[in-house]
DNA sequence: ATCCTAAATAGGATAGATTCCTATAAGCGT
DNA sequence: ACGCTTATAGGAATCTATCCTATTTAGGAT
């Protein structure tokens, strides 16, 4: 299991109980053992895993817990997930290279293209992890409906 | 609800029509209306939504016969997802800006640092979609472990 | 055109992920 | 320590995706 150097964790704890406290938000032991576990990982784990995790010390963590908790560390910017959010699998039938523009609120999801983009370098280090198949960019924001509908954040 | 270009679609479906003979994959109407249904949108649909929008043509059709269809057109290469496919959300608290490499396989996912790739030029273009907050790198491939079990494809 | 067989489908059951509901418990300002 | 407000536990409900199997179909052979 990878783990984050313990100082660099300290320092995303303290970030944390400063946000927790400039919210308004109260540091329960949960979210304090849940914000450890994902920030404290080099594996991106999933609530199901962050959940296994902690059930040895907290055997009476509920799942809705580690949800919430997800959920609002995302709402307060000390957290992001991997791709689209929640949702179902979304399927891409364009042939050509091409890049994505990601509504974080709703997933619409829509293409573009770019020349430039399609030519990326990437650095050597990254085919220790394995080998490459396709790269491409994501832009992640808030879509112009999304943005209508609630204007600020 | 956007459309792909008719003739472009008609070259996809002839794409589709001879990757499936190629591959020995029996030409059925749900798989062609599933095809087209994918191909032809630019909003990458999601299973359920295929499935809404060809019940009303094919009020039997089910939907182990879409989410099939649609891995099989993955396997195939005519179609891809968006994000690490299937599998439950992954949360990221890395607070660094960094990239993503992600197994097309098991979902594994690792980040990598690079002053570069900070600094993409997004397409002028793409703010017609909505604000943007963040661009990162999406590198996909196949893990050594994953290489290890099953060498090739 | 008909037959045959392997492959594909429908439909319901099942598994897994995520959220909802609500009575109880705990944080934190005073 | 007290009380108000917010958070939690636990189970029920929902939603996504896959599995199972009897029936149907595509497409090559006749």
Redesign the interface.
Known sequence: MLKVDGHELER?LE?FREAARAAGIKLTHQRLEI?RE??G????????S?HRALSASMPTLSHDTVYRT?WM??DLG????????????????N?EPHH?????RCG???????A??NE????D??SD????????????????D??AQQPAD
């Open positions: 995303r970030l914000f994902v920030a990982s080099l594996e991106h784990p999933s609530a199901e962050v997800l560390l995302t000390l957290v992001s997930t991997l791709g689209p959010k929640r949702e179902s699998v979304r399927f891409d039938a042939p994505h523009f990601v509504c974080l619409l999801a829509r293409d573009f293209v770019s430039e983009l990326l370098r990437i650095p280090s990254v992890f394995g080998s490459i198949q396709a790269t491409h960019v994501e832009v992640h924001g808030i879509c112009n999304c943005q």
